[in-house]
């Protein structure tokens, strides 16, 4: 064990080091209400003492007081929206479970503006859909101020919950869908799939999930492979990957590394446009870009700072990102991978291709199950103990789906179908199989919510592993092969 080989590789991390008095802010904005002017005073005289004494100690001041400021500008106000009475509202449907109150008609028959994100539940006859608005009788309810599900809801910016059903809704328009993302819907169509195949690669590669089933999902959902059918890191992370496999010939032609980071990057966003800029892609995209940066650097340190720069950069711009479980699952799986999955990857090379990436995909996958694992079941509640294998399995499968689907969606040419379909059917079938089959069995999954005293158990001893861990010196091999 060597103390100081993990302090100069901490040292080699700077945005890392910079994130985590930044965050200590925005943790502490939530316990503690001060006047914006000393927040921002503090920021300013900190920072000056940083500069003019190059001070450690006074640059974390600075940038905690900078997090503890943003978090309160950002705050949400405060509205005067009835709560608990019956009145009628108009509402914006939003993506996974989540609305927006616009106005409400007061007791004289007029309607006065409003913004009020809210967590919209519909019941068996109502499933709201993004996009759609309506008009309702129903009632708003407040979140419970003293639990953790309560604080936890304020500070991603919702103020209170509704539940519709058919009968409390006076008005209701669902729109036509426009632009890239309906196309790409449209020409997923033309593919030629059809029945839970193309609903299920509609929705990996296109994000058109209006061909998912409620049976379909619980499926899903009980064998660990949920985060599947909704557009994530997991799915820009293919595209990601899938590019630069396709594009390596380019670093052959002059200044062809320049053209190929470029590439990547526009295919990624391409990929964000096409499904729909859902804030979980545009998350992914982000820290896409940032680790292509970082494999153009060629620098072995690059990936932790471009992690922990797209980390600070989407905090600074909303700061209540902190608490929103997926922002924090998508950091976790990437921070797990890069210090678990990528070392573990290195020494389990083969130096044959055929063996080395299904193994990289299988290490990579349980790296990220089993990292997000305590914090997702504090969240939902459920643990699945099939999960690390299915998605063994899962991934290779969701790859060949969502790189025919994207490759179907880029090049528009007829016949490509004819290559593109029986690679798709295939591996969607399979991956419907092995759902199934995982689902059925009894000990798939279980009920599991522990608290949080005891995720926080968990993760400070991945913490200390991490870093006992990189107080090891790597042993130097030298190779005999000719």
Aim: proline letters at 5%; a positive charge; one cysteine or more.
């Amino acid at each position: 064990m060597n103390a100081s080989l993990l302090r100069s590789r901490i040292e080699r991390l700077p945005m890392l080091r910079a994130l985590l008095p930044f965050v200590a802010g925005i943790v502490a904005a939530e316990y503690y209400l001060l006047p914006s002017a000393f927040v921002w005073a503090g920021f300013a005289v900190s920072g000056a003492i940083a500069i003019a004494g190059r001070s450690s100690l006074s640059a974390a001041a600075a940038l905690c007081c900078f997090g503890w400021g943003a978090a309160q500008w950002n705050a949400p106000a405060e509205d005067d929206v009835p709560r608990g009475v019956r009145t009628v509202f108009a509402l914006a449907a939003e993506d996974a479970g989540e609305g927006r109150i616009t106005a409400w008609r007061n007791d004289d028959g007029q309607w006065r503006e409003a913004d009020v994100r809210v967590v919209l539940r519909g019941d068996s006859t109502l499933a709201p859909q993004p996009g759609e608005r309506y008009v309702v009788r129903t009632r708003l309810y407040g979140l419970h101020a003293g639990s953790s599900y309560g604080r936890l809801m304020r500070s991603r910016g919702f103020g209170g919950r509704i539940y519709l059903s058919e009968r409390q809704v006076l008005w209701r328009r669902t729109p036509q869908p426009a632009g890239l993302h309906a196309a790409a819907a449209e020409r997923m169509r033309r593919l030629g799939l059809t029945g839970r195949t193309h609903a299920l690669c509609a929705a990996m590669a296109a994000g058109d999930r209006s061909g998912l089933t409620a049976p379909m999902r619980g499926l899903f959902a009980r064998s660990g492979a949920s985060h599947l059918l909704a557009v994530s890191g997991l799915h820009a992370g293919i595209v990601f990957m899938l590019a630069n496999l396709l594009l390596c010939w380019l670093v052959l032609l002059r200044r062809g590394h320049l053209l190929r980071n470029g590439l990547v990057v526009a295919l990624v966003w391409f990929y964000a446009a096409v499904t729909g800029f859902s804030p979980s892609v545009v998350r992914a995209a982000l820290m896409c870009s940032a680790l292509q940066f970082a494999l153009a650097s060629g620098s072995l340190y690059a990936g932790g700072n471009a992690l922990a720069a797209a980390a600070f950069a989407m905090l600074a711009c909303r700061p209540a990102a902190l608490y929103d479980i997926g922002f924090q699952l998508s950091f976790l799986s990437v921070a797990a991978i890069l210090a678990w999955g990528v070392p573990l990857c290195r020494r389990l090379r083969t130096g044959r291709r055929a063996i080395d990436v299904p193994v990289a995909a299988a290490v990579v996958s349980a790296v990220a199950t089993v990292a997000t694992a305590p914090l997702a079941a504090h969240t939902f509640g459920t643990v699945s103990f099939a999960a690390v294998a299915v998605n063994a399995v899962a991934v290779p499968l969701a790859t060949v789906v969502v790189g025919a689907g994207v490759l179907w969606l880029a090049v528009p040419l007829p016949w490509a179908a004819y290559v593109l379909r029986p690679a798709a059917e295939a591996a969607a079938s399979a991956l419907l199989w092995i759902v199934e089959r995982t689902a059925a069995l009894p000990w798939a999954a279980a009920r599991w919510c522990p608290d949080a005293g005891t995720v926080a158990a968990i993760y400070l001893g991945f913490l200390i592993a991490t870093l006992l861990a990189g107080c090891r010196e790597r042993k130097k091999t030298v190779s005999l092969r000719p």
